[in-house]
């Protein structure tokens, strides 16, 4: 029988034919063939008589069911954070996306595509030079046959090929023949992280229109090696993609990028022990939601607190003074910062290693060194300062004046100032007495809001937030 020849079949066939192979997870030669079989089969053989036996979900009734549903294709890279891509999978199909996973050569030293692949519940592409999906330009179809695609981890490696534009396997040459948005998700040492090479390559992805989730702060892989690296949760991960797979498209901050600090930060003094404050992150979660729901893309920077992450809100949870600072920077740049977080301002010198002990000579010198001061630094940022930057003051006592005062020394746009004394309720409380304090030329102005729950306080100021961006954009 002769040999089927796809390429001189004319070009509406060819993409029917293309669109079909990959919404059943063959290549177009594979299509072919089952189209042919099917043809081939008799068709007046009668149904067995008797009840009607139910029969178990075909592959084909599998896809057809997917057709219909946001798809990503996940390219695994290859770091010891792989084994996390496999929760990634489930978690973007609990939220109704349909996964094609592809996985470099460094990545299956670490999960192996039988394993990425029965998780998605299809085949998982490993090779460029794969006879079958190549048949059809299989890397051409991984790259336009998607809603989104997710690379996660991805290795200082992986995203200087990107930064290049490389294209030496599977991979890259999807990433590079994409049309599609693109979510990266850094993993690596914190000195890799660092180094001024990996910076130039993320800064120039960014400059292409690649968005990052990530790196978080914490313990690495490696022995006594900590700090900014981890990727992201593979839960943090799916909320930021279902993000970008069902944009918001309206709303008064509809296309603005706003980053948001919430909650405390926690300084150690040893193992056991750390300086910390009683700020519960209630309203930065909610000016949070609230900026989400008015269409933004938020992120979120949190200290730790026990709430639920706000819907459609990139969160990224922090510890320190010092590892939020290095996520605000990752995060910028963005239209609009709003610093609602309690962050402490001193930190012991040097922490403990082991707990620190009662003595017989009394109580432990403790050295305490000032933090950094996030609100200042991005206020008198030289390249990125947002167009809208805007600190909280939270005050025990002569609220106005020292509020105004931190206005002047910080160099914000504006300050929300609230009274945090312990009569007032409102750490750790549900509502909330503010006062908005604004530039006007050389005084400032202060518009005082009656107490209201959060939530209102969060819309109030995110509708204060969207009137300003649209004078000054007028």
Not at 113 to 118: Q, S, Y
Not at 256 to 281: C, F, M, Q, W
Not at 361 to 386: C, Y
Request: aromatic share 2%; hydrophobic share 45%; glycine share 6%.
């Amino acid at each position: 029988m002769a040999s089927l020849t796809v390429r001189k079949l004319d070009e509406a066939l060819k993409a029917s034919l293309r669109l079909r192979a990959a919404k059943a997870g063959r290549s177009v030669e594979d299509e072919v063939r089952m189209i042919l079989r099917e043809a081939a089969e008799p068709q007046d053989i009668k149904a067995p008589s008797g009840p009607a036996r139910s029969q178990p979900q075909s592959h084909r009734a599998r896809a057809a069911s997917a057709a219909d549903l946001p798809r990503v294709t996940l390219i695994i890279g290859g770091g010891i954070a792989a084994y996390k891509a496999l929760d990634l999978i489930r978690r973007l199909k609990e939220r109704g996306i349909h996964v094609r996973c592809v996985m470099t050569r460094a990545a299956q030293q670490f999960v192996t595509p039988l394993t990425a692949g029965a998780l998605a519940d299809e085949r998982c592409y490993t090779d460029l030079f794969d006879a079958q999906s190549e048949f059809d330009a299989g890397h051409i179809r991984l790259a336009r046959d998607t809603d989104l695609i997710i690379v996660a981890p991805a290795t200082a490696d992986l995203m200087a090929k990107m930064a290049q534009g490389q294209a030496d396997d599977l991979a890259t040459a999807i990433l590079l023949a994409t049309n599609r948005p693109v979510l990266v998700a850094p993993a690596m040492n914190p000195l890799m992280w660092a180094n001024a090479a990996t910076k130039r390559n993320v800064a120039q992805l960014a400059r292409d229109g690649v968005s990052f989730i990530g790196p978080n702060s914490g313990e690495m892989a490696e022995a006594n090696e900590a700090g900014v690296g981890r990727m992201s949760e593979p839960t943090e991960i799916a909320i930021a993609a279902e993000a970008m797979l069902h944009p918001p498209h309206t709303g008064p901050l509809a296309g603005k990028k706003i980053l948001i600090t919430a909650g405390p930060t926690h300084e150690p003094i040893d193992p056991v022990r750390y300086i910390a404050n009683r700020s519960s992150g209630k309203q930065g979660f909610a000016i949070a939601a609230s900026a989400a729901e008015a269409g933004a893309e938020v992120t979120l920077i949190s200290g730790p607190v026990d709430l639920d992450d706000p819907a459609g809100v990139r969160v990224i949870r922090v510890e320190s003074a010092r590892d939020m600072l290095a996520q605000v920077e990752v995060a910028l740049p963005v239209d609009i910062a709003i610093f609602a977080a309690a962050v402490a301002d001193w930190r012991v010198a040097n922490a403990g290693e082991q707990k620190i002990k009662k003595t017989a000579s009394g109580m432990p010198p403790l050295q305490l060194v000032e933090n950094p001061d996030i609100l200042a630094t991005v206020s008198k940022h030289q390249q990125n300062r947002p167009q809208l930057v805007i600190g909280f003051a939270a005050e025990t006592q002569n609220l106005i004046d020292n509020a105004t005062s931190k206005l002047k020394r910080k160099g914000c746009d504006w300050i929300v100032a609230n009274d945090v004394s312990p009569a007032s309720g409102v750490m750790g409380g549900d509502r909330n007495t503010v006062h908005i304090l604004t530039r006007d030329k050389a005084e400032v102005a202060v518009d005082s809001w009656p107490m209201m729950t959060k939530e209102e306080v969060a819309d109030a100021l995110v509708a204060k937030i969207a009137r300003t961006i649209g004078q000054q954009n007028s």
